[in-house]
């Protein structure tokens, strides 16, 4: 695998999570509770780390955690906050 392709592969997965996190975030405020929000942010993660591995194939959770995971819960995290003050 090229650096190009591997790079291409990092893009797909860190929008994926990205646009999956974002709308998360916008109706977490309105799901009520943080630990049914907690709950259903690991559900989905699962389901989205399992479509990332069908478009780029399949990884080391290593990676998944690295350019995928990590950012999906910190942009939750960073909408929620946003649209809990804005509101």
């Given amino acids: 695998m090229t650096a190009k392709e591997d790079l291409k592969q990092i893009r797909i997965s860190v929008a994926l999570h990205v646009a ?3 709308a998360i ?4 405020p309105f ?3 943080g630990y049914y929000v907690l709950v259903a942010s690991m559900a989905i ?3 989205v780390g399992h479509v ?3 478009i780029v194939g399949k990884k080391a959770f290593s990676w998944w ?3 995928g995971l990590f950012i999906y819960f910190f942009v939750i995290a ?3 906050i946003f649209i809990s ?3």
């Avoid at 975030?25 to 977490?28: E, F, M, Q, S």
Wanted: overall charge negative; cysteine-free; charged content about 5%.
């Fill in 20 to 22: 999956v996190a974002f």
């Fill in 25 to 28: 975030g916008l109706i977490a």
């Fill in 31 to 33: 799901i009520g509770s």
């Fill in 45 to 47: 993660a699962v389901v």
């Fill in 52 to 54: 990332t591995q069908m």
């Fill in 65 to 67: 955690f690295g350019n």
């Fill in 78 to 80: 960073d909408v929620w």
């Fill in 85 to 87: 003050n804005y509101f």
